[in-house]
């Protein structure tokens, strides 16, 4: 009786070997491809440098300060009401973020 126990003990040992080196053939395969694969995919640069209005150069902050506030006076000097001027003022805020992305925009 005890034979024949350590004969199922043996067998049930070789099979859980075989599942085992089974599982650890897969995972190694899967670290491999996973490897390959991020070895191949382009990254994109880590832009975030934890300064405001990173993206862009300097000249180019400085030129959209400039402008800004050269529209900011044609519209003081051009336009009486003081409404129309607020209202004006507001919407150029408002459209000169996509203003700046669509002409500084290095986006590809």
């Keep these: 009786m005890s034979k024949e126990r350590a004969r199922r003990r043996a067998a049930r040992q070789a099979e859980l070997d075989r599942e085992r080196t089974r599982r650890a053939r897969t995972v ?3 670290q491999r491809r996973r490897a390959l694969l991020r070895r191949l995919t382009p990254r994109l640069p880590d832009r975030r440098t934890g300064r405001l ?3 862009r150069s300097r000249g180019e902050r400085a030129g959209i300060v400039i402008l800004t506030l050269c529209a900011v006076a044609v519209i003081v000097l051009l336009v009486d009401n003081v409404a129309l001027r607020i209202a004006l003022i507001l919407l150029m805020l ?15």
Excluded: E, K, N, W
């Design 94 to 108: 408002l459209v000169l973020p996509a203003v700046v992305v669509i002409a500084l925009g290095r986006r590809t």
């Design 28 to 30: 190694a395969r899967r």
């Design 53 to 55: 209005l990173a993206r």
